[in-house]
């Protein structure tokens, strides 16, 4: 637990911070990518006062790019709907997308870096052969070996991306892959999607508000290394709360759907982690339904330890111990791959780079 | 799509923001007289140019620059075109 | 060397900067000696440090990285040119989070409280005009990043090392002899590379913002005669947008500051090829005669 998560548990405590803390918060917080959050918290309750002048400078210099980015992410939206709707094949905007277009709290103030979109099975191939004959183009070089990963194994189709615009487009046909050892029918989640209207006055279809937790759920502890995933976890929260604010009986009906989606394991780790890492106040009755998916105690213990390493780091900059790293990579594809598979796609991963390639100073000005 | 747009009017240009994509257009006379008579009210292309014209009367050449505006326009998102009902 | 310190303001940045790079924080505080703050507690914007690698690299073909936030945006460079990455480095951190100002690609230059907008890609020689009107008595708010706030239409002061490259250089020692030029870097990613220091009086001044008055924008023609032309406003606007590194990012609020900016002040093109006369001729249009330190009070 740092500053930030005592600051999400508790945000008066800003009142007491020195000098010494801001300084720690803002690198947290930028790393997090909450920073927008942060500035609503700070005006929710009233504190903003105490907040140093030139750090609320940096809240506002993030949330205006979170509007721009919100911005593409909803046009680029616009223009694959479009595309899809001639050819009848319906969509579902997952993640923040959904947040953003569909007006939910988190709209205030989450960035998004691609569009995440979910279609039938059957229609996938179709769709991104429809998508390339208008203008977008895979985003990224893939391999064979990393086609036969998304396209086989995952469920994804590699990212596309607009060759004008360049927005990147994720597109899948279910929330947790078909390789994976959670198994969800996607028909169910068709089944409870709802429509409802975009900022533009334009209809979009979205997860229905249980589905919609539970893949957050998926996507943060089934999917990915965690890495830079407090933001995610923040999400889970102000979801929960938003929609237990709308319907009381929201706890129940997230459990009933946990168990009918086989999605009880991700949902402990959910609320949990959100419970320790982000302020979430579940109640007792509910805490204890979802402890009953929890893995064996050592399992738990490890894998919290693990996720506060992961999205909780006491500081920046501090090295990461190299044993979580590890044991973080080789269960996130463990969750994902059953051991063959894992064992193939390890042994190739290794011999390739992931890295980004480092900003070129000569591009900058001076 | 045109009501939402922020316009600067300067003698020979206008400069239009389309808040819907982020983007900034310059746009000379007939697209601005374009997006204008599209504002309110969606047209077909036979009406759009009927209005534009007015009382005279319009040659090919003029026609198709009225066609090609309209091209540059929905490239630029600030107007789209739908198939109408006899399509 | 142990680990040191320094905090200095950057404009209304405050900046904390970490090294035990001997060379590196003496040219640090030659150039920013005066905007060191003092001792207590401070807020930052940017905590940085400028660090060499714990590998061979340390002390074989020496080499430096950049850190902020515990990351290296950077590959790392000659241990030699730590000065001039760092500047760069700085310049990153704020084109990639200081979105409470619209950032202008642009030299700025104020005669009083009024400024002078002197937008311009690279090579068009707007950073070099900024040197020599700052070595005439104007007071120099940025060499080529302008900060310009939307909500009051002011212009924030943010005066670093101007750095000069290649035959810059020259032009600016053969314009005024006495030029305060920091150490030579021969082989940066932009080529020869030095700083202009920036003067007393306008680093003293740097909390002092100025109403733009003129928007000028320049392009160094070598062998042609200075020529100051008015320009439409509607072209102007198309530039000045195009010279704001975060004008899509700002949106409805960028988009209305550059229409209030072109429509409020007088817009020029400038070509020019010589530094006295361009100077002359930029600051006959603000009716200053050349060479009083007026502007500087």
Known sequence: ?366 | MATDCLFEEFPDDVVVFDPSTGETHFVTQLPALILAELDTTPRSVAELIERLAGPVELGETEEQQILDALSRLEAAELVESEPSESD | MPNQRLILDAGPFRVGVRSSDAAFLDTLSYFYRDSVCGDGPHVLDYDIEILRPRSLRRWVRAQVQFEIDGIRPFDPHPAENAFPMYEWGLNWCIATSAHRYMMLHAGTIAFGDLAMILPGTPGSGKSTLSAALSLRGARLLSDEFGLLRPDSMDLVAMPRGIPLKNASIDAIIEFDGAAQLGPTYPKTRKGKVRHLRPDRASLAQQCRPAVPHWLVFPKYRAGEQESLKPLDKAEAFRQLAFNCFNYKLLGAGAFRAVAQVVRQVDCYTFTFSNLDRAVAQLKALTHVPSGQQADRK
């Open chain 1, 1 to 366: 637990m740092n500053l930030l998560n005592e600051f999400l548990h508790d945000p008066p405590i800003v009142r007491q911070w020195d000098v010494e803390r801001w300084n720690r918060f803002l690198p947290l917080a930028r790393n997090a990518r909450l920073l927008g959050r942060c500035l609503y918290l700070f005006e929710q309750h009233e504190l903003l006062d105490c907040v140093p002048g030139r750090i609320v400078d940096q809240l506002r210099g993030a949330l205006a790019q979170t509007r721009y980015v919100q911005i593409q992410a909803l046009r680029e939206f616009r223009q694959v709907k479009r595309k899809l709707d001639r050819e009848a094949i319906p969509l579902i905007a997952l993640k923040g997308l959904a947040y953003v277009a569909a007006s939910l709290p988190p709209a205030h103030w989450r960035g998004l870096s691609d569009i995440d979109l979910l279609v039938p099975e059957p229609d996938i191939g179709r769709t991104e052969r429809l998508l390339m004959r208008f203008g977008w183009i895979p985003s990224g070089t893939f391999d064979s070996y990393d086609q036969h990963y998304y396209r086989d194994w995952m469920h994804e189709v590699p990212p596309l991306r607009h060759h004008v615009r360049g927005v990147e487009v994720d597109l899948h046909h279910n929330l947790a892959p078909p390789v994976s050892r959670i198994r969800i029918d996607a028909d169910l989640l068709w089944g409870r999607s709802i429509e409802q209207s975009d900022p533009s006055g334009q209809p979009v279809r979205i997860l229905g508000p249980a589905d919609m937790l539970l893949h957050n759920a998926v996507h943060l502890f089934m999917n990915d290394e965690l890495r830079g995933g407090l933001r995610d976890v923040v999400d889970f929260r102000d979801l929960f709360e938003h929609f237990l604010h709308q319907d009381p009986e929201f706890e129940q009906q997230l459990m009933v759907r946990a168990r009918d989606l086989g999605c009880g394991r991700p949902l402990y780790y959910a609320v949990s982690s959100a419970q320790r890492l982000a302020g979430l106040h579940p109640s007792a009755g509910f805490l204890d339904q979802v402890e009953r998916d929890a893995p064996p105690y050592p399992v738990a213990r490890l894998m919290a330890w693990l996720i506060e390493q992961g999205l909780s780091p006491p500081r920046l900059g501090l090295r990461r111990s190299a044993l979580a790293d590890r044991l973080l990579f080789v269960r996130s594809h463990w969750v994902r791959m059953p051991p063959g598979m894992l064992l193939r796609h390890l042994l190739h991963k290794g011999f390739k780079s992931q890295k980004k390639p480092p900003v070129n100073t000569a591009d900058l000005p001076g």
